[in-house]
Nanobody, 120 residues
Framework: QVQLVESGGGLVQPGGSLRLFCAAS????????MGWYRQAPGKQRELVAA??????????DYADSVKGRFTISRDSAKNTVYLQMNNLKPEDTAVYYC???????????WGQGTQVTVSS
């Protein structure tokens, strides 16, 4: 089992910035991908950004809608992933969920979600 604890959401004006944090604990293996998904009211959950460990290929992936504005990073020693969100837009408003995916077992785990609201 893997537990994920998220923080950093909140209310911000358009053009502002937020940084999300997600700490993983439990049965963490070297070969994993951690990422962020979001779900707005009435919409499906979608990938925002993901970053793989070196043992899992080391790649990063972003939704087209956030490229150039959001940056994902990780501290593997702390089992933590970060999402720096700049130039936020009202359409970024959603609940953001942290995800942990084991590349070896294909098991996936989710955090409880953190609300991000972009509004003037």
């Amino acid at each position: 089992q893997v537990q994920l604890v998220e923080s950093g959401g909140g209310l911000v004006q358009p053009g502002g910035s937020l940084r999300l944090f997600c700490a993983a604990s439990g049965s963490i293996f070297r070969s994993n991908t951690m990422g962020w998904y979001r779900q707005a009211p009435g919409k499906q959950r979608e990938l925002v950004a993901a970053i793989a460990s070196v043992a899992c290929g080391g790649s990063t992936d972003y939704a087209d809608s956030v490229k150039g504005r959001f940056t994902i990073s990780r501290d593997s020693a702390k089992n933590t992933v970060y999402l720096q969100m700049n130039n936020l837009k009202p359409e970024d408003t959603a609940v953001y969920y942290c995800n942990y995916y084991s590349c070896s077992s294909s098991n996936a785990y989710w955090g409880q979600g953190t609300q991000v609201t972009v509004s003037s």
